[in-house]
């Protein structure tokens, strides 16, 4: 079992704080110091506790005070605002400058406990966060990028230039092409950069989870919420949200998603109470969003509010020069997670690497590598070590299809593959692998499907 956080309580009543006490240690909470507030900045020093209960109202320092100098010695800690009825106004106030939440008088063991439960999720997710955060920066470095010195030399200029400013980001590209990536790279080189990055696949999951998960919801709000739940736009503050697949969202949740970009601010799924937050908004899709406008599938106003700078990735059969950095960065990675010694890709694999169509773009890439590097043999990746489909399409490119050396019918068969791997590669995406769906919608028998995605060995 976890252990549990060092709580302080401060409160000039000797009552209170006896009271507060006997209902922390039944709720397990051993590591708890009461005291009053005259020694609140000496004990925050010695005790740095991660959760902080404090009266709004006392002789000496009140609650806003006790919450800046918490700020200010403890950035990480939770300070949640016990309050009257009558300072309730007060305490919302402090939540904007900060507090984590506050607790009205009277309140249950339950209640106290809900809202400390809470606030341990809330710092796991920092914790989470800071633990990546000194591998972030090196990680997504631009000059890290594969592909800067290269095919994507002039994205990664462009985004050098947009990453310290506040800007939202549209990022566009086919699925695998490195959209997170970017967007990772965006926010480690901004002034957000000590912030968290909160990312989400709006695709991933269904509405009414989706905006629960966005905004978080109240004990209560529906069957199972037995408890409150942080949203991850909360945990976004003064950080970056990524949304990835924006275009998977549907019109309800576009709606409240718009409101809350504009407010800045939104109510939890069953609450009353306004969450500011302190965010920037990096989105991105597969999808043709003006299309999808066209067809009332997607707000135009939320489009205009998400892309007020977008980046187009190019996939990689548009950006072969990439194909061997990307290569040997994945078999370094690779060979030293399994602990072989592989420093080399033989002529014959590379060729057919850098003559392939790669509808899954540079994941598809990633995968076969990982592939290779597992089944190797020797020192060096050979055509042996690649999938049967890179050996039957290895001359999937437009430049060798179109060449005049390349014989009429030879050409237009390696065509007529080209389009049909990447057709049902997109169509299969767009419907999450639903055979029985992507039949209907294009209009062939599922039996078709199932033909043509077991010839070229889809996923």
């Known amino acids: 079992m976890p252990e549990k956080r060092r709580i302080l309580v401060i409160d000039d009543e000797v009552d209170m704080l006896e009271t507060m006490g006997r209902l922390l240690r039944r709720l397990g909470y051993e590591k708890t110091t009461l005291i009053d507030d005259t020694r609140v900045e000496e004990v925050l020093a010695e005790l740095r506790p991660e959760i902080i209960l404090t009266d709004w109202v006392m002789p000496k320092l009140n609650g ?111 699925s695998g092409s490195g959209k997170e990536l970017i967007a990772r790279g965006i926010h480690a080189n901004s002034t957000r950069r000590n912030g968290p990055f909160v990312d989400i696949n709006c695709a991933s999951l269904p509405n009414n ?101 977008s980046i187009h990735l190019p996939p990689l059969r548009e950006r072969v020069q990439d194909i061997p950095l990307l290569t040997f960065s994945f078999l370094r990675q690779f060979a030293e997670h399994v602990g072989k010694q592989l420093h080399s890709v033989a002529p014959d694999a590379m060729e057919l690497l850098q003559h392939y169509a790669w509808p899954g773009n540079v994941r598809e890439l990633k995968n076969v590598i990982e592939r290779a590097v597992v089944l190797c043999e020797t020192e060096a990746i050979t055509a042996a070590d690649l999938p049967e489909r890179l050996h039957k399409k290895g001359r999937l490119s437009l430049q060798t299809v179109l060449s005049p050396d390349v014989p009429f019918h030879q050409a237009k068969n390696e065509w007529i593959e080209i389009f049909e791997v990447t057709y049902l590669q997109k169509l299969l995406e767009k419907h999450k692998g639903n055979i029985s769906e992507a039949a209907r919608s294009c209009g062939v028998d599922r039996k078709t499907i199932h033909r043509l995605v077991t010839r070229y060995s889809l996923k």
Do not use: C
Request: proline fraction near 1%.
């Open 64 to 174: 806003l005070e006790v919450l800046r100098m918490a700020r200010d010695m403890l950035p990480d800690s939770q300070v949640i605002i016990i309050t009257g009825f009558a300072t309730i106004e007060s305490a919302v106030n402090a939540i904007k400058e900060g507090a984590f939440d506050y607790l009205s008088k009277p309140f249950t063991s339950d209640q106290l406990e809900v809202t400390i439960k809470r606030a341990e999720e809330k710092l796991d997710l920092k914790a989470e966060n800071q633990s990546l955060r000194s591998q972030l920066k090196e990680k997504y470095d631009f000059s890290n990028i594969i592909g800067a010195g290269g095919g994507l030399r002039h994205i990664v200029e462009m985004i050098r230039k947009i990453s310290a400013s506040e800007t939202n980001v549209l990022i566009l590209g086919e």
């Open 209 to 309: 989870l989706l905006e629960s998960e966005l905004f978080g919801h109240e004990k209560g709000a529906f069957t199972g919420a037995h408890t409150g739940k942080v949203g991850l736009m909360e945990v976004a503050n003064r950080g970056t949200l990524f949304l990835d697949e924006i275009g998977e969202m549907s019109k309800e949740l576009q709606t409240k998603l718009l409101k809350a970009l504009e407010q800045r601010s939104f109510r939890r799924v069953g609450g009353t109470k306004e969450t500011h937050v302190d965010i920037r908004i990096l989105a991105a899709t597969n999808r043709d969003l003006e299309e999808a406008i066209s067809q009332s599938e997607f707000r135009e106003d939320l489009y205009y509010r998400l892309n007020v700078i």
